[in-house]
């Protein structure tokens, strides 16, 4: 099935920085949700996006739904240990088969004590 | 509120073998639907169910089935596994009807075939 350009694959970071990801898709979507998945867990919802241009924060999280809706941004700011994990976006808009929601591929954080 | 909850968390079969697992949305949610999720290939999407109709399907064999019940548990099924359906499958729930608004995961079933 279709999946979502995302990107970076993995990241390395040191406690403290920032990280950004961001996810692209040929089509418009009205729905955009990031998650974060740790090893043997099922993803965990970390932001709902549901308008252009929307801003969204979660704690040190903050998402934004891109004004052409077809991408999606994610950063984490000062990052920690717990933060580490995999991110995946999902998006969701209209399909002649319903409003299927597609996932990206995924970013791997590794954050550096 | 309790989340999602799959059940088995783990199971291991052999080829040819079929297997069943079991969804539980989270209180209030009717939508259900489930992902095969592998490291090659990320998240794919299998089906969902809305008031005990399925109302869509992914790209999977007809080995891959699924029902809900009246309570909008549902359960899927998988029969004469193969090796490459070892996989996290993962149940999710929506409040409404499918794909509107937030979408909640369960911890998943680790499927592995031998």
């Known amino acids: 099935g279709q999946q979502l350009n995302q990107s970076p694959q993995s990241m390395f970071i040191q406690e403290g920085e920032d990280v950004s990801m961001n996810c692209t898709s040929s089509?418009?979507?009205?729905?955009w949700l990031w998650y974060k998945q740790e090893p043997g867990e099922g993803p965990v919802l970390l932001i709902a996006l549901y308008k252009a241009g929307e801003l969204t924060s979660n704690g040190r999280l903050t998402a934004q739904f891109g004004i052409t809706r077809k991408d999606s941004f994610l950063n984490i700011s000062a990052s920690i240990p717990s933060d580490v994990g995999i991110y995946f976006c999902?998006?969701?808009?209209?399909?002649?088969?319903?409003?299927?929601?597609?996932f990206g591929t995924g970013t791997s954080l590794t954050v550096i004590p | 509120k309790a989340g999602v909850t799959q059940t088995p968390r783990y199971l291991i079969k052999t080829r040819g073998q079929q297997v069943t697992l079991s969804c539980s949305p989270i209180s209030g949610h009717r939508s259900v639907s489930w992902y095969q999720q592998t490291p090659g290939q990320g998240l794919q999407f299998l089906f969902e169910?809305?008031?005990?109709?399925?109302?869509n399907k992914g790209n999977f064999p007809g080995r891959f089935s699924g029902r809900q019940f009246s309570n909008s548990r549902s359960e899927m099924n998988v029969s004469t596994l193969e090796l490459g359906d070892s996989a996290l499958y993962l149940c999710a729930s929506q409040r409404g009807s499918p794909n509107t608004g937030e979408l909640f995961f369960g911890e998943g079933s680790r499927l592995t075939v031998l």
């Open positions: 089509s418009i979507f009205n729905t």
């Open positions: 169910y809305f008031s005990e109709t399925q109302r």
């Open positions: 999902a998006g969701q808009g209209l399909s002649d088969t319903g409003n299927q929601f597609y």
